[in-house]
Structure formats: C-alpha cells, structure tokens
C-alpha cells in the first residue's frame, strides 16, 4: 500500500515549484536585461560620430585587375563625410554594373573599423580611341563600350595596352562595338583599326588588307564575314594588291574586289 503525502510534505513540494518558477523569472528578466543593454550599446556605438566614412581611403578595393583604386572610388561617387549606415550596399553595386569594366562586385559595410568593402571583378581595356585625325589618344575603350583615359587603369596595366585602334567620328560612339569586337577578337586574321565613323560601311584594316563589312548586321553575319576574310587570306596572291583598294565582303556569300577609283571595274576573286 502506497504511503499518502502528508500535508507538510505537499505545502513543502508547492513552496519549492513556486520558488523555482520565481528562479526561472528572474533569470529571464536578467536575460533580456542584457540583450537590452548590448543592443543599446550597439546602436550608441554605431551612431556616434566616428562610425562615418570620412576620406575615400575608407573604402577599401579587391580584386580589381586592370582598373585604378581611384576609378573605382569615383565610379561609387560617395560625398563624405557619410554615415556608413546610410549607405546601401545594393545600390552601390547597381551603380557599379551600369559601368561597363565591372562584370561583377559584392559591397559590404565593416564597422571595426569602419569602412567599405568593394570586391570586384574588372575588365581590360581593348582598344585605343582615335577621333578624327588624332592618333596619340589616350582615351580606351572596354568589350562592352566603356571609354576610359589610360590614368583610370592601374600602372601595371599600362605595359600592355592593346594595340587594336578604334576610329570614331568626332562626336558619337559605335553602337554596335560589343558584337562587332566579339566577330573580330577570335578571327586569324589581324585586325590592326576598326573604322567606325560610317555606322552604314564598317570598315577593317587587317594584316591582309583593307576590308569593307558595310553595315553593320546580326553577329551572325558578321561571323560569317569574318569566316570569309580568313578563307580569302591568299588573295593578293591572285591579283595585283596595287590595284586593289579594299576586299568587299558586304555580302560574305559574294565576296569582291574593289578597286581604286581610276578603275571602276570589281571583277570576280580568283580562287
């Protein structure tokens, strides 16, 4: 038979439940006392003056391969000084990818010190500028369109600047230079300037000869012209390149020779 509690024993078991609960309490009020005082601190810590980014020595740059700190910081455009807090990392980085020589970039704000953390993936210049009659631009150009002067590229870059030159009117770009770079980059025939003034006659001087592609079409087209110019490499063999003055490929599919204007006549490529 089971021995029945005693009173004194249940009022004994009740204070100790009631004492215990009174523990568990306590330590939560303690709890979020603490967290209370920590995040207060936090947030007293992080408004005070110092947590700004005041000079732009603050915003600290990797990966960068061809492009200059200094450009970089400029592309950003922060006004200091600017509370770090303020600053929205997403649209920091928007702000980058609109500029064609970052293919990527991930921003983060650190507060001990405070600064900003820019890693990004750049792109090399590929061509020279030439405007007009100038040939000592230092004005370059990327695959996607950026023009940049030599001074926005690291020292290290300016080694080893392409020597492919683009050739632009005094005013205006080449629209289609992105895909017209991507035809020409891989083909086996040097391209040495890409004669852009004319967006209805893009002309190429290659190491085979001056080339005429006309209007500048899909990449598609372009490909195939380019195709075309590589299978014609010979084709001086088979005339007299003085009487040439450019090979037509405005149809890849019916390639010819155009002649200087004393005469007019094209006839058909001798394969």
């Not at 010190?113 to 090399?124: A, E, G, H, T």
Request: proline share 8%; with cysteine.
């Amino acid at each position: 038979m089971h021995q029945t509690a005693s009173k004194e024993q249940l009022n004994q078991r009740r204070r100790q439940l009631r004492q215990q609960q009174r523990i568990r309490v306590i330590k939560s009020l303690w709890r979020i006392v603490c967290m209370s005082g920590i995040l207060a601190g936090l947030v007293w810590v992080v408004i005070q003056p110092n947590w700004t980014l005041s000079k732009p020595e603050q915003v600290q740059i990797e990966g960068n391969q061809y492009l200059s700190d200094r450009t970089i910081r400029s592309m950003l455009a922060i006004t200091y000084p600017q509370p770090i807090l303020e600053l929205a990392p997403e649209q920091l980085k928007a702000r980058l990818l609109e500029r064609g020589s970052i293919a990527s970039a991930r921003i983060d704000r650190l507060l001990l010190p405070p600064r900003l953390l820019v890693q990004i993936q750049d792109s090399p210049p590929v061509a020279r500028i030439v405007r007009g009659e100038s040939t000592q631009s230092s004005i370059f150009i990327d695959e996607r369109g950026l023009e940049l002067p030599i001074s926005s590229y690291r020292p290290t870059v300016w080694r080893s600047l392409p020597t492919l030159q683009l050739l632009l009117p005094l005013q205006g770009t080449c629209p289609n230079w992105t895909q017209i770079y991507q035809a020409i980059h891989p083909s086996p025939v040097a391209v040495g300037m890409v004669d852009c003034r004319n967006s209805q006659n893009l002309i190429l001087q290659t190491e085979i000869g001056k080339v005429k592609l006309g209007a500048v079409g899909a990449k598609s087209r372009l490909d195939r012209q380019m195709q075309q110019l590589d299978r014609l490499r010979d084709w001086q063999k088979h005339t007299s390149p003085a009487e040439v003055e450019m090979l037509d490929l405005e149809n890849p599919d019916l390639p010819k020779l155009q002649l200087h204007p004393i005469d007019p006549k094209s006839p058909p490529i001798v394969n």
